[in-house]
């Protein structure tokens, strides 16, 4: 077959398609299928319909049910932007204090869980130890098997969201009751205490922490979102697929990246240095951590709103950081030389800083032991693994089961 009667063929099976954009992207699968037989990671393969967030790589856009995520990080609170991914529509004013309730009325965890996490292994990666918490507390909730509960599934999600902060205060910590005696006006608010209590009394930081959540709670159907939905798709409980997910998010390629950043760039020492340490990673093919992304064709909007609307709130006096802490205005101006030589060199390959090149850096600014960081990202994310697990439990889907292509030997037999 020709190259011409090869395209031909393709644009007429795809012809009763009439947006352009998804002609093109079927174009894409098949011509991938075509030539491998098979779709190396799942690239661009379709195995869902949801209606819980979307992302458009050209034009830079991520929205939540519709809404651009800089517009509710930016309006609104945890609570809002919760109650929008789990139910669908923002809260009436009653509805978003009602959640805001539930949520601080169940960040308490039983006392056996706290005194394990505080018996864990102090070498234990923070992410890994938040995945074996997690299934502890599928002991105190037996009914969480029962899986075709919408409404319990929702209760149980918003417990379960409420306590995560408090598993990772308490590894954190080592104190089972770091949080016993304290009132907290929003969720937001508690969640930064787990990892600064002194911030926590700063209004200006636990707004910008709420931002960082928010976009952070969902990103369509990343790794770690998929891993929670094939565990979901089994009928498995709440406590498995969030577990799951955790340690997917975990990885480098995946959540883990921000700390692999703030390492980067600590490694580099000093803006001077980044020309030698870009153009060694770029002669020996090494990722630059923190610097592309698998969707967006030009700037991640999430790690646009960290670089323009919370780090300036940081950043913004130089001299005064420089002052007050040196290491972290070293790490932020390093920081800014690494973007501005990776446009240089890389910007017609269209590779932009993505949000986990920022947000490490803000998290630093807050004092976050660096292993800690991912584990922010694990918080916020639980809001949209959750609802993904739910709307899979709506919808009469299959448990998934994913199609190999065997290359091994052939049928042998034991010789005797």
Known sequence: MTEKHYLDKLNMLLEHIEDPKQKQHYFRLISTLLEKGYFPGLAEVPIVKSSISHIDGEKGLLTYRGYPVEELASNCSFEVVSYLILNGDLPLEAEEEKLRGKLLDNIYIPDDVATLICNFN??????NMLSAAVLLLEAHDKGSADVDNHFENLSRSIKLIAKIPTII??????????????????????????????????????????????????????????????????????????????????GPLHGGANERVVQTLEKIGSAAQVPVHLENSLEHHQKIMGVGHRIYKTYDPRAKYFKE????????????????????????????????????????????PNVDFWSGLFYKALGVPTEYFTTIFAMARSVGWLAHWMEQQESAGKIYRPYQLYAGFDTRHIVK
Not at 224 to 233: L, N, P, Q
Not at 311 to 316: A, D, E, V
Not at 329 to 346: C, G, H
């Open 122 to 127: 102090r070498k234990l990666h923070p992410m």
């Open 169 to 250: 205060g308490t590894f954190l910590t080592g104190n089972p009751q770091f949080n016993r005696g304290k009132q907290f006006k929003t969720f937001a608010e508690y969640a930064l205490f787990c990892f600064n209590p002194k911030l926590a009394n700063d209004s200006d930081y636990v707004k910008m922490f709420e931002e960082s959540l928010i976009l952070h709670m969902d990103h369509t159907m990343n790794n770690s979102t998929f891993s929670a939905r094939a565990v979901g798709s089994a009928k498995a409980g709440i406590y498995a697929l969030i577990s799951t997910a955790i340690n997917s998010l975990s």
């Open 309 to 352: 609307f919370i780090l300036p709130k940081i950043f913004g006096d130089p001299e005064q950081v420089k002052n007050e802490n040196p290491p972290l205005w070293n790490l932020y101006d390093t920081a800014i030389a690494m973007e501005k030589y990776v446009q240089e060199r890389l910007g017609k390959k269209n590779l932009y």
